[in-house]
């Protein structure tokens, strides 16, 4: 059976949970206390040495990074309508992983994480205004776009919908963009959606 290392405040971890979600597939979840330091632990390195969650196990196949675990679940068992192979389809896909790892990572991710845990290496001026410009962009392109890319949800939709959605716990309103909101809402009327703590 699948495994699934993370933790339940992680949006990280949520991308890979939803995915097995709306996949349907089952999976056992296994809980790694960050608050403990269980992730620096030997034990835990062995399977990812950066430290950090989600880890996939699947057999035995181990898989570190959100994004690779989604491209990972997309390919093996999702097929062509989550990740298409074709070259420019998939480099429209790929384009939004990077998105949700770097803008929404520096925007909307960083302020939960300023104002959540009270990370002291944010710099919240500038990642509320990283939140404002993907934001901004965002809800320019679902303005005119039901998904992030073609007519139906792909894993581009999965990389970007957690921090997103959690952006209120960054103390930034998602009210001034509502193109945004209704595709927020979309992803959680999916078949298969599991919701997360603040979505």
């Known amino acids: ?13 949520y991308k890979a949970k939803l995915m097995l979600s709306l996949l349907g597939l089952e999976y056992e979840w296994l809980k790694v206390d960050l608050l403990a330091g269980a992730h620096k ?7 990812n040495p950066f430290g950090q969650v989600p880890v996939l196990v699947d057999d035995e196949i181990v ?3 959100a994004q690779a675990i989604l491209v990972y679940l997309a390919r ?17 896909v790929i384009r939004w ?4 790892a770097g803008e929404v990572r520096q925007g909307p991710e960083s302020a939960r994480l300023y104002y959540l845990f009270g990370a002291t ?7 509320q205004q990283k939140a404002t410009f993907i934001l901004t962009q965002l809800d320019k392109r679902l303005s005119t776009h039901t998904w992030l890319e073609f007519d ?7 990389a970007v919908f957690p921090y997103v959605a959690l ?14 909101l209704a595709w927020i809402d979309r992803v959680k009327q999916l078949p298969g959606y599991t919701p997360m703590a603040g979505i």
């Open 1 to 13: 059976m699948i495994k699934l290392y993370g933790h339940e405040v992680s949006g990280n971890s």
């Open 41 to 47: 632990q030997p034990e835990f390195l062995a399977l």
């Open 63 to 65: 898989l570190a990074d």
């Open 76 to 92: 093996q068992y999702g097929g062509e309508s989550w990740l298409p192979l074709q070259a420019e389809s998939m480099s429209r």
């Open 97 to 100: 992983l990077s998105t949700a």
């Open 121 to 127: 290496n944010i710099n919240l001026d500038r990642a």
């Open 152 to 158: 139906r949800p792909t894993i581009a939709d999965v």
């Open 167 to 180: 952006a209120r716990d960054g103390k930034i309103d998602l009210d001034a963009y509502p193109h945004v």
